[in-house]
């Protein structure tokens, strides 16, 4: 059972790659080894303002957890198949790179998108970034009370090259 930062960086390390949210599959998930779902949440957040992990969906389009020590082969890989960014995801990345703190709300301003149905323009664009991991999702907030995942301010995209190449 993972209860401390400390042992969700020492879970990570040894298994590279962990699903964000749930289990299934070849993969282990962080929430099956956490005390709980939001403690789950808590140290993924810690893990990620660390720069212990990345977030990504480059693994069969999940959200994973991938350790550092591993980042840079992923994005060796992944740079050597990536195309040219859709237009949406052009601007979005040049909405992410200009400032800290962007979330998918203002990506959806950006790009005009006004409908409910998801996923929109906007989802499109942001997972395309991180699956060619020109962004990761950083740290967010965890409420007090409510859904652990779902923060006010929304999950905040940052641009992945810096942090993968260091």
């Given at each position: 059972m993972i209860e401390t930062e400390r042992q969700a960086a020492a879970f990570m390390k040894s298994v590279q790659f962990a699903l964000?949210?749930?289990a299934g599959g070849p993969l282990p998930g962080i929430h099956a080894k956490a005390a709980d779902q939001r403690r789950a949440i808590e140290l993924?957040?810690?893990l990620l303002a660390r720069g212990t992990v990345v977030e990504t969906n480059v693994l069969g389009g999940r959200l994973v957890l991938?350790?550092?020590?591993?980042?840079?082969a992923l994005w060796c890989l992944r740079t050597r198949f990536r195309a040219e960014p859709t237009?949406?995801?052009?601007?979005a990345l040049a909405l992410i790179s200009?400032?800290?703190g962007v979330n998918a709300g203002d990506?959806?301003?950006l790009l005009g998108v006004q409908s409910a149905k998801r996923p929109d323009r906007a989802d499109l664009a942001l997972a395309e970034l991180m699956r060619d991991m020109l962004?990761?999702?950083?740290p967010s907030s965890v409420p007090k009370k409510g859904i652990a995942y779902l923060p006010?301010?929304?999950?905040?995209?940052r641009g992945s090259r810096r942090r993968i190449q260091s």
């Open positions: 964000r949210y749930g993924t957040n810690a991938a350790h550092r020590d591993v980042v840079p237009p949406d995801a052009a601007r200009s400032r800290a990506v959806r301003r962004v990761d999702r950083g006010k301010e929304g999950f905040p995209y």
